[in-house]
């Protein structure tokens, strides 16, 4: 996913004077400049231009690290943290005051995987089933409000769905 652009100092009379003043970017591209030469012509200036590639993995975790700044479980509120998957999805109920996971549930589970026949991954139908689940366990251990950790994905499809079957379930977030 990395991008590199290559072009002469010629072709444009801005990237002379981005050179000029020290700039470190030039049409919102990072620049990293390599010349053997402090005062080269403009002539023999070649500039090579990389973009810093990142994966959607990088993004979603950098996201999560953000929620996780501003959600906490505690022993009365403990945190609903998701985890989705390719083939599975998985919920736990954690008290991060004692660092102990106090209910869990996933699409690995035998009742879940028994009830229901997939081959490319947890729809919808069986994210709510894993909210169902993941709700009774809570309500069985005294566990009434949860704070909401969505991992950094969207809050849409199978993390909503499993959001809204948790809450008609019982559990308040």
Known sequence: MGMAITATATT?????AALKHNQTCFLGVPLR??????????????????????????DRQARHS????????RGDRPRLCVFRSNKHLYVQVID???????????????PISEEFNYSSG?????????GE??????LEKGITKVAFDRGGYPYHGRIQALADSARD?????
């Open 122 to 130: 947890p729809t919808i139908e069986v994210a709510k089933k894993v």
């Open 33 to 58: 400049l390599s010349m053997p030469n402090p005062h080269p012509s403009l002539h023999s200036l070649f500039l090579n231009v990389e973009a810093k590639a990142r994966t959607r993995t990088e």
């Open 133 to 138: 689940s993941i709700a009774k366990s809570c």
């Open 96 to 110: 991060d005051s004692k660092m102990h996971t106090l209910a869990s549930a996933s699409t690995m589970q035998k």
């Open 66 to 73: 953000r929620i996780r700044k501003k959600v906490e479980g």
């Open 169 to 173: 379930h019982g559990l308040q977030f």
């Open 12 to 16: 444009s009379l801005q990237l002379n």
